[in-house]
């Protein structure tokens, strides 16, 4: 199968981080998908309108992302859930989107995971929104709970049912990145 490139946001910047294994197991598990710019997210700094009107202000970071997003067919985005909603750095990340119409068209796959039995699930629902003003196209979410019981001891998820839940969920990224060039269309009119 044909190398396929997808954006990489990982929400989390703790060493040892279960949404950062998920991001190493969609590459493991797929047929050619590489992730790029995975670390950059959370190397951003706080989205600010005034610096994104000065290219010239903008850190090597924010070029680098922008650069991904454009490069990228797809979207992997996995995010810990912090009180009850996303990471800070996720939602940031996608405000840095906001103004090149990054993710127009592009099939998206969400994830999370969490120590606690909702493996971070409710940091999906508000993104919804933002991810339909981007003009995202979701194709699935993974939702990966009790993640501490699910690692090996170097960190990686090797339990058959995440992996097997995981292979799933790329699988529909990879369908939808085959035919997804056709379908690039605003998410809001
Ligand atoms: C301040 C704080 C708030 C958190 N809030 C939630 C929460 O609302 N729901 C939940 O399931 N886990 C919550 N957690 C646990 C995180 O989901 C957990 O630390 C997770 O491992 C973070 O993702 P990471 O492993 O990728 O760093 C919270 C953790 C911290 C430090």
Redesign the pocket.
């Given at each position: 199968m044909a190398e396929r490139t997808v954006l990489g946001i990982?929400?989390?910047?703790?060493r040892?981080?279960?949404?950062?294994?998920?991001l190493d197991l969609v590459e493991e598990v797929s047929g050619g998908v590489r992730v790029v710019g995975a670390d950059l997210a959370g190397r951003l700094p706080l989205f600010d309108p005034d610096m994104e009107n000065d290219e010239t202000a903008w850190p090597e970071e924010v070029r680098e992302f922008r650069a991904c997003a454009a490069e990228a067919e797809g979207v992997v985005i996995?995010?810990?859930?912090?009180?009850?909603?996303p990471?800070g750095i996720t939602k940031n990340a996608l405000d840095w989107l906001v103004g090149s119409g990054g993710l127009m068209g592009r099939p998206t796959l969400l994830a999370?995971?969490?120590?606690?039995?909702?493996?971070?699930m409710?940091?999906h629902t508000p993104l919804m929104p933002t991810l339909t003003l981007l003009g995202a196209i979701l194709v699935d979410c993974a939702v990966v709970s009790r993640?501490?019981t699910r690692t090996d001891a170097s960190g990686r998820f090797t339990e058959p049912a995440v992996v097997g839940r995981v292979r799933l969920a790329v699988g529909e990224l990879e369908e939808a990145l085959g035919h997804a060039a056709h379908k690039r269309a605003p998410g809001v009119l």
């Amino acid at each position: 199968m044909a190398e396929r490139t997808v954006l990489g946001i990982c929400g989390s910047l703790r060493r040892g981080s279960y949404n950062a294994a998920l991001l190493d197991l969609v590459e493991e598990v797929s047929g050619g998908v590489r992730v790029v710019g995975a670390d950059l997210a959370g190397r951003l700094p706080l989205f600010d309108p005034d610096m994104e009107n000065d290219e010239t202000a903008w850190p090597e970071e924010v070029r680098e992302f922008r650069a991904c997003a454009a490069e990228a067919e797809g979207v992997v985005i996995a995010t810990p859930e912090y009180a009850h909603g996303p990471a800070g750095i996720t939602k940031n990340a996608l405000d840095w989107l906001v103004g090149s119409g990054g993710l127009m068209g592009r099939p998206t796959l969400l994830a999370s995971a969490s120590p606690g039995q909702a493996g971070g699930m409710r940091a999906h629902t508000p993104l919804m929104p933002t991810l339909t003003l981007l003009g995202a196209i979701l194709v699935d979410c993974a939702v990966v709970s009790r993640a501490g019981t699910r690692t090996d001891a170097s960190g990686r998820f090797t339990e058959p049912a995440v992996v097997g839940r995981v292979r799933l969920a790329v699988g529909e990224l990879e369908e939808a990145l085959g035919h997804a060039a056709h379908k690039r269309a605003p998410g809001v009119l």
